[in-house]
């Protein structure tokens, strides 16, 4: 994101009609916007009531709670695959990661605020992150995309929030290039996963105690944020939640 883009008429990041200054989407495309809805308070599977799902309550994810604003479909599915492929051979688009990032940062100040937070979500216990976490991409993924889309989301939904949004913290690092998510069950999601991810070693002084906010674009099951997380909590974290774009069906 250039000094140049702030200059820009704010475009769609789903159909590139110009979004007469509305945050992400157009009026048209916003209206596939389906909100999160009544859903676990710790994996976000949404549900008939906001109550601990079983599989949550029988294992709990090494994360403290995964909260996202959006469920993934409608434009916003369109919108997201258009950042992470919609680029010149099959790189990403980065200038859509600002309209999309206008779409996460409400979500994101509830959390940095941990009074309305506790109004807007009962449950949720006091205490605002020390740190943004984006979910690491491979390194061929990366070359491949040209910037990692959570990380990009991650920044411009900060970017938007003034100086007092915690630091963005690229402490994570991906280890084994797994492969896609998409198509595997949730057992195999995990096993996918597993072991994927570790805190860059120089990094380590800046995690220990820190509660930190993961970050990522898409959620379905939740296996890449359980197995960042325990990367986060084997760092020393003191608490890991999980704030996502979008939460796919699993
Ligand atoms: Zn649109
Ligand atoms: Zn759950």
Redesign the pocket.
């Known amino acids: 994101m250039g000094l140049l883009d702030l200059f820009l008429p704010e475009r769609?990041a789903?159909?590139?009609?110009l979004?007469g200054g509305a945050p992400g989407?157009?009026t048209?495309?916003?209206l596939s916007l389906y909100p999160l809805g009544a859903a676990c308070p710790v994996c976000g599977e949404p549900g008939e009531r906001a109550e601990r799902c079983r599989r949550c309550a029988a294992t709990p994810p090494p994360f403290y709670r995964l909260d996202a604003p959006y469920r993934y479909g409608g434009?916003l599915a369109t919108a997201l695959c258009r950042l992470k492929y919609g680029g010149a051979q099959s790189a990403g688009r980065f200038e859509l990661a600002r309209p999309l990032g206008a779409l996460l940062a409400p979500a994101l100040a509830v959390l940095l605020t941990p009074a309305l937070g506790v109004l807007l979500t009962p449950g949720l216990a006091a205490g605002k992150p020390d740190l943004l976490v984006p979910v690491p991409l491979h390194p061929a993924r990366l070359r491949a995309r040209g910037f990692s889309q959570a990380h990009a989301l991650c920044a411009a939904a900060r970017a938007t929030l003034g100086a007092h949004a915690p630091p963005l913290a690229a402490v994570l690092e991906r280890h084994r290039a797994t492969s896609a998510q998409a198509g595997l069950n949730r057992a195999g999601r995990a096993r996918n996963v597993n072991g994927a991810f570790a805190v860059a070693p120089r990094a380590v002084p800046r995690i220990a105690g820190r509660a930190v906010l993961l970050i990522d674009d898409v959620v379905t099951t939740g296996a890449t944020a359980a197995a960042c997380a325990t990367a986060l909590l084997a760092a020393g974290a003191a608490r890991v939640s999980v704030l996502a774009l979008a939460r796919a069906e699993a």
């Open positions: 769609c789903a159909c590139d009609a979004s989407l157009c048209s495309c916003a434009e």
